[in-house]
C-alpha cells in the first residue's frame, strides 16, 4: 500500500508542477493584469514620494523587481517549453501521416547540431534537384 501513496504523490507533485505555472501564466495573460500592475507601481512610488525615498524602500523595490523578474523568467521558460514541446508532436505526427514524407526528420529536436545542419543540406539538395529536373 505505501507504494501505492508513493506514486500518488508523485503524480499529484508532478501535477502540481504543472498547475502552479499554467495559473500563473493565466494571470500574467489577462488583460486585468495591466491596470493592476500599473496601479501596484504607481502606488509604490507614491509611497517613495511620500517617504522621500529612504533606504528601505529602495531596498524593497530593488529586490521585489528582482525577484518578479526571475519568476517571470522560469514562468516564461515554462511556457515556452510547454508550447514548442506541444508543436513538435503535432509535426511528429504530420510527418508520420504524410506518405511520402522521411522519418529521418522525426525527433529531429534531440538530434546533435552538425546532424540537423547535414538533414537541412540534404534537404535544399534534395529540392534543387527537384526545382531543376522541372525547367528541364
Do not use: C
Not at 73 to 93: G, P, S, Y
Request: aromatic letters at 6%; a neutral charge.
Amino acid at each position: 500500500m505505501k507504494g501505492v501513496t508513493g506514486v500518488k504523490g508523485i503524480a499529484r507533485a508532478r501535477r502540481l508542477a504543472t498547475d502552479i505555472p499554467d495559473a500563473a501564466t493565466h494571470w500574467a495573460g489577462a488583460r486585468w493584469t495591466w491596470p493592476v500592475v500599473l496601479v501596484v507601481a504607481v502606488l509604490g512610488l507614491s509611497a517613495g514620494v511620500i517617504t522621500r525615498f529612504p533606504d528601505w524602500w529602495q531596498t524593497t523595490i530593488y529586490t521585489s523587481a528582482g525577484l518578479i523578474s526571475v519568476v517571470m523568467l522560469f514562468r516564461l521558460q515554462h511556457t515556452t517549453n510547454r508550447a514548442n514541446h506541444a508543436v513538435l508532436i503535432k509535426l511528429d505526427e504530420l510527418v508520420r501521416a504524410t506518405r511520402g514524407a522521411r522519418e529521418d526528420f522525426l525527433d529531429l529536436e534531440d538530434r546533435q547540431v552538425h546532424e540537423q545542419e547535414e538533414l537541412h543540406d540534404r534537404l535544399i539538395s534534395t529540392a534543387r534537384d527537384a526545382a531543376a529536373d522541372d525547367t528541364r
